[in-house]
């Protein structure tokens, strides 16, 4: 009887056990196409909150009953629910989400869903980079991020511009923001390479990079192939490049002539001494300089790919070639390159991941322009003869007395050629779900030849002919080693990253420079008369350790967290190394029930971060004392001190808080992005000036502190979807401000003259130099006296030495007792707004960017002054009245005086003029053929476009464009070369 009572009570006590048996059911979450692994999605028990999470390799591991029903859902992508049987392995093939796709975001070290990041980020794909051919990927960047400015360099042919994100943070220290190419800081590609590029603004995505990030980061990742068929994809272009002057434009011939003529007169002069110089056959001369050095060119670019794979290999590999002669005489840019980027499983748990890019450069000129010649200069003779340097030397009325035709004739030439060699390998281990380490090495190096001839007789000096070569090497090497995790538990989600990373960065440089050429050999061997040798080494090393948390609730509230320390090579042993954070959270307020009872958000989310990042990019070495050898004393090289170090110098430290909220309406017709961000930049890198008893000029410090801020805005609209027809809009507005807070010393007016005692003023010989640093004031900041134009009774220059009680203004013909004014170098509005329609398979797309609220100054007081220069051809400056002539006229510009009263041309506010413009970036018209035709062609898809780039820009100031002048507005070659203006036919098809 016992025994029989134990087993019925062992029987009762296991019949729940018998009713809800488990099994461990195991699998993988592909793509459509069954191979392409999915992690992070979301395995619940229906009806339960029991679930896990999709591994880095897509493979899952989950205990369930029989009968129960498994639902697997991802953002971007349908769920899917399977009903679990006797089997014990699932695989699982989730269809993407046509409507709630949403794509997965590369932010550096790792991946994210968006609606996972809480972080001002903008993503941008390779769909909305292709409306440029530009050899540089900030060029197609341009007006598509909100607080991302790009200014154009227009220099040489295939030259990068300069970007700034949410503006500049330091004053001496570069504000270039950090590139990561494929997850690794560094590196090289081809912009025809990229599948989407990621902008890092805030503390919160960037602080992971610590000391590398106080300019914000912009993450490439480059295209990859896929499993299945291989694709061919082949694009061409081809069309032509004109200069674009904008409103730079001279006087001609006639109107200089005489422009002249009425100064000599004005000065005291007589009509026989002006024409005893400039005879009357000079007024008939008008010779177009700057259409002789600037003309029509060509460009194309070819481009071919070809990816595919299978289950355990994908590739993408992909050639490139670049050709343009430039605008400018004799400017020709030849680019090549290629790209593979290799990926293969070496098991179930182990990958590696190969990629390669290498590229060959050569640009090649033979005249290097400096300025422009007065219209009464020829470059030949009327038999057609190029005039040689002598006759210039002694005829030329242009003051350089330089023929732009000699070099070209004579056989000068400027070539440099660029080998660029970027290798890149990563190993990726995943021994669990949840569990992953990978460590990566990229090298990327460059050698950069230069070898330049000028031909005897092609300058203005008499020491024959010239040949300088140089050689200039780059390595950067990188490596890394992180551990990912990543745990599920029911609505708790949490990962991690783990990391350390050495960076060494070496520079080196040599040259020569001999004279005395004949021409027959160019060779640095056969100089007559050896000029110069010179060239450095450098060297910069960087150690790092990282780490950062991210936890998820609900996929309602998420949290990360950051730290890193880095050491750099650059600052003493004192404060080597430096400690930097970063928090961020967000709520997505669209998956709460109130919300959702709205019925008008698709998606809401609201975000805020802080954070700390550092600011290392200053020269290599200022914190030791230096020496040079390059002295000699009795014979022999003799030391002489270089510069004084400072051993206390550390990172510049950006305090950043950042507000953002994320939304969509109207079925995500309508998309908004909103940011408030505020930096506090201290212990600023500076070049302090130093008094002359201490033997040296200035010295690297830590001082003062600049602040910046500023709201940004971008929308995304469907204004109109049909099945035939669609307009999408994109509006990106950033307003951004700065002031200074601190510098050294004190800031009070103790002499009460108006300006702090602790300002720094810089008066420089050019216009775009004279500038003042001062508490309260901007970082870039004009300082002038204040101009008021000519007297109208005599002609005479007259400034504003002060104010009546009333406001009305107090004259002087004194400059030294006028006043001096600040104004703003620096926009306080800049982005841009694209258009896209489409009809059926025709297409057309206009990109514009702008910029306003700021002054610039790209007059040039060499081009536009009042007898200074007599051998200069003259602006006619935009939109002004003209010169005073004679007693009555009332005029802001005084008359032009042959050796007159010259303080007129000195810096004066005169100069300044509105910075705002509007540029047409880029229009494109492309027609895409349906299937029925590219079926019978045997072709994938066909598209054939034309694009212009570069059309228009729209200002009132007197030069070619105000974005030329640089973030700051310094650009001394601000007219020196004109936009290239492309338009461009081409054709896109796979196979």
Not at 240 to 258: A, H, Q, R
Not at 317 to 326: A, T
Not at 544 to 549: A, K
Not at 698 to 714: K, M, S, V
Request: charged share 20%; proline share 3%; hydrophobic share 35%.
């Amino acid at each position: 009887m016992k025994n029989l009572n134990w087993k019925v009570l062992l029987f009762l006590f296991m019949l729940p056990c018998f009713g809800y048996a488990q099994q461990a059911i195991t699998g993988m979450v592909t793509e459509s196409d069954g191979v392409s692994p999915i992690p992070g999605v979301n395995i619940v028990i229906k009806g339960t909150t029991t679930g896990t999470v999709s591994g880095m390799d897509g493979t899952y591991s989950i205990n369930v009953n029989e009968g129960e029903t498994l639902v697997f859902s991802f953002v971007g992508f349908m769920s899917k629910e399977v009903l679990v049987g006797q089997e014990t392995t699932i695989n699982v093939s989730l269809e993407t989400d046509a409507i709630g796709l949403e794509e997965v975001i590369a932010v550096g070290y790792s991946s994210k869903k968006k609606t996972e990041i809480s972080s001002a980020v903008v993503n941008v794909s390779s769909e909305k980079l292709q409306t440029s051919t530009s050899h540089d990927v900030g060029t197609m960047l341009q007006g598509k991020v909100a607080g991302l400015q790009v200014m154009s360099d227009q220099q040489s042919v295939g030259g990068a511009p300069q970007i700034r994100v949410r503006g500049s943070g330091s004053i001496s220290a570069s504000s270039s923001p950090l590139w990561v190419v494929d997850g690794i800081i560094g590196g090289s590609f081809d912009p025809q390479d990229v599948a989407d590029i990621t902008v890092l603004k805030d503390a919160g995505a960037t602080g992971l990079y610590g000391s590398r990030a106080a300019g914000g980061v912009i993450v490439v990742t480059t295209k990859r192939g896929k499993a299945g068929d291989t694709k061919v994809r082949i694009s061409s272009t081809t069309g032509i490049v004109k200069p674009n002057w904008g409103n730079l434009e001279f006087m001609d011939g006639p109107e200089f002539y005489d422009l002249i003529n009425r100064g000599f007169i004005l000065g005291g002069k007589t009509e026989s001494e002006f024409l005893a110089l400039f005879p009357a056959e000079v007024r008939n001369t008008n010779y177009d300089w700057m259409g002789f050095m600037y003309d029509q060119g060509f460009v194309t670019t070819n481009n071919i790919s070809i990816s595919g794979g299978n289950e355990k290999t994908t590739f993408y590999l992909s050639g490139n070639y670049n050709h343009e002669d430039g605008i400018l005489r004799s400017d020709v840019y030849d680019r090549g390159s290629a790209t593979l980027n290799l990926s293969h499983k070496l098991s179930e748990k182990l990958s590696i991941q190969l990629n390669t890019f290498s590229s060959f450069v050569k640009n090649q000129n033979t005249t290097s322009f400096t300025v422009f010649n007065v219209p009464f200069d020829t470059p030949y003779d009327e038999d057609g003869n190029v005039r040689p340097q002598d006759w210039v030397r002694n005829n030329y009325y242009t003051q350089e007395r330089i023929n732009f035709a000699l070099p070209e004739e004579l056989g000068s030439y400027n070539e440099r050629g660029t080998l660029t060699l970027n290798p890149s390998l990563k190993l990726d281990y995943n021994p669990t779900d949840w569990m992953s380490v990978s460590a990566s090495t990229r090298i990327n190096y460059t050698s950069s030849v230069l070898e330049r001839y000028d031909a005897d007789g092609a300058q203005s000096t008499d020491i024959g002919g010239e040949v300088r070569n140089n050689l200039t090497r780059n390595s950067d090497i990188l490596t890394n080693a992180i551990l990912r995790l990543y745990k599920s538990y029911g609505e708790h989600a949490l990962s991690g990253i783990i990391g350390g990373e050495f960076n060494e960065i070496t520079h080196k440089y040599f040259e020569a420079h001999g004279a005395g050429y004949s021409g027959e050999s160019t060779i640095l061997d056969v100089a007559a008369v050896p000029q110069s040798v010179s060239g450095n080494n450098r060297t910069t090393t960087y150690n790092s350790f990282f780490s950062q948390v991210d936890y998820n609730y609900q996929s309602k509230y998420f949290f990360t967290g950051s730290y890193r320390v880095d050491g750099s090579s650059r600052f003493g042993a004192n404060n080597r190394y430096g400690q930097f954070w970063s928090v961020a959270g967000s709520w997505m307020l669209s998956n709460e029930d109130f919300i959702n009872d709205l019925g008008l958000f698709n998606s809401l989310k609201l975000r805020s971060s802080y954070g700390l990042t550092g600011n290392a990019s200053l020269d290599d070495y200022v914190h030791l004392n230096t020496f040079t050898l390059d002295a000699s004393y009795m014979g022999e090289n003799a030391l002489s001190a270089l510069s004084i170090g400072n051993p206390d110098l550390t990172w510049e430290v950006a305090r950043t808080f950042n507000l953002g909220l994320d939304a969509s309406v109207l079925d995500n017709r309508i998309s908004m992005t909103l940011d408030y961000y505020y930096s506090k930049n201290s212990d600023l890198l500076f070049r302090v000036p130093l008094p002359a008893e201490f033997g040296y000029s200035e010295q690297w410090r830590n001082i003062g502190r600049l602040d910046n801020w500023g709201y940004e805005l971008a929308l995304d609209i469907a204004a109109v979807k049909t099945p035939d027809f669609n307009w999408n809009v994109n509006l990106q507005i950033g307003y951004s401000q700065d002031e200074v807070k601190e510098l050294p010393g004190d800031a009070i007016d103790a002499d009460e003259d108006g300006l702090l005692d602790n300002s720094i003023v810089y008066l420089g010989s050019d216009l775009f130099s004279n500038k003042i640093l001062q508490v309260g004031g901007n970082r870039s900041m004009f300082y002038a006296a204040e101009w008021y134009g000519a007297d109208p009774q005599t002609g005479g220059a007259r400034w504003v030495s002060g104010y009546n009680s009333d406001g009305s203004p107090v004259l002087t013909d004194n400059r030294e007792e006028a006043l001096w004014l600040t104004a703003k170098g620096i926009p306080d509005f800049m982005g841009g707004f694209t258009n896209v329609f489409e009809y059926k398979g025709l297409s057309l797309e206009t990109v514009f960017s702008y910029a306003f609220g700021d002054f610039t100054i790209i007059r040039d007081n060499a081009y536009d002054n009042d007898g200074q220069y007599l051998f200069r051809p003259e602006m006619i400056v935009y939109g002004q009245e003209d010169r005073w002539e004679q007693a009555g006229d009332v005029s802001s510009r005084t008359p032009w005086v042959y050796q007159g009263d010259l303080r007129s041309s000195q810096y004066s506010s005169k100069y300044w003029e509105n910075g705002n413009y509007l540029k047409l970036a880029s229009l494109s018209l492309g027609y895409s053929f349906n299937k029925n035709v590219t079926q019978r062609l045997g072709l994938g898809s066909l598209k054939v476009f034309a694009r212009g780039e570069n059309l228009k820009v729209w200002h009132k100031s007197s030069g070619i464009s105000p974005e030329l002048t640089g973030f700051d507005a310094d650009a001394p070659t601000r007219n020196s070369r004109p936009l290239p203006s492309k338009v461009v036919f081409g054709i896109d098809l796979t196979l």
